[in-house]
C-alpha cells in the first residue's frame, strides 16, 4: 500500500458506510492497521445499516476514543464544508501519522496541505483488487453496488478502474 507497510488507516464514517453495503468491513484489517475514531463509529450508528458499528468493532478495527483536548486543537481545520468529525479525523491523522480514507472532497482537498495521505473506497476496492482478498468478479460487482446506492464515486474513475481490473 502506498510503498509503507507500516501506515495505519483512518477510516471515516462515509467509507465505513460504503464498505458496509458492500459486506466488506473486513477488508481495512487484512490490508493493514486500522482505527476509527469513537466520535465517527457514532456516525456509522443509523437505521440504514444498523449492525454496521458492531460489524466495524468485530472486524478488529480499533476504536480511538478522542480526547477533549483533540476537540479544541482539531477547531484550527474548521471550514463551513468540514464537520466536527471531519477536522477530528484531520487532526489525528497529522497528529499521529495516519492515512485518512475519505470520500468528502472538502476534506480530500484539504489533506495534502496538512501533508496527510489521504485515499477514498475506489483505492480500497483497487488495493483489495492488487492484494487478491476477493475475485476480480466480486470487486467489479462492488463497483456496480456503489454506483446503485449512488455513493459518492465518480463514474469516471469507476470506468477507469474497472478497465485496469479488467471488468
Known amino acids: 500500500m502506498d510503498g509503507d ?3 495505519i488507516l483512518l477510516a471515516d464514517a ?3 458506510i460504503d464498505l458496509g453495503y458492500l459486506d466488506a468491513v473486513w477488508i481495512l484489517p487484512q490490508m493493514g492497521p486500522a482505527e476509527v475514531l469513537d466520535v465517527v463509529l ?3 450508528r443509523h437505521p440504514r445499516q444498523p449492525a454496521l458499528a458492531d460489524e466495524i468493532v468485530a472486524s478488529g478495527i480499533t476504536v480511538i476514543g ?3 483536548i483533540w476537540r ?3 477547531e484550527e481545520y474548521r471550514t463551513p464544508e468540514i464537520s466536527s468529525q471531519d477536522c477530528m479525523n484531520l487532526f489525528y491523522a497529522k497528529e499521529f501519522g495516519r492515512m485518512l480514507l475519505t470520500n468528502e472532497a472538502p476534506l480530500r482537498e484539504l489533506c495534502p496541505q496538512y501533508h496527510v495521505k489521504v485515499h477514498g473506497t475506489l483505492w480500497l476496492i483497487e488495493q483489495a483488487f492488487g492484494l487478491g482478498l476477493r475475485t476480480t468478479a ?3 460487482s462492488w463497483l456496480d453496488i456503489l454506483r446503485q446506492r ?3 464515486v465518480p463514474a469516471d474513475e469507476v470506468r477507469n478502474l474497472k478497465r ?3 471488468c
Open 42 to 44: 457514532e456516525e456509522c
Open 138 to 140: 466480486e470487486l467489479c
Open 14 to 16: 462515509m467509507v465505513l
Open 150 to 152: 449512488e455513493r459518492r
Open 164 to 166: 485496469r481490473m479488467g
Open 66 to 68: 478522542c480526547a477533549d
Open 72 to 74: 479544541v486543537k482539531s
Open 5 to 7: 507497510s507500516k501506515v
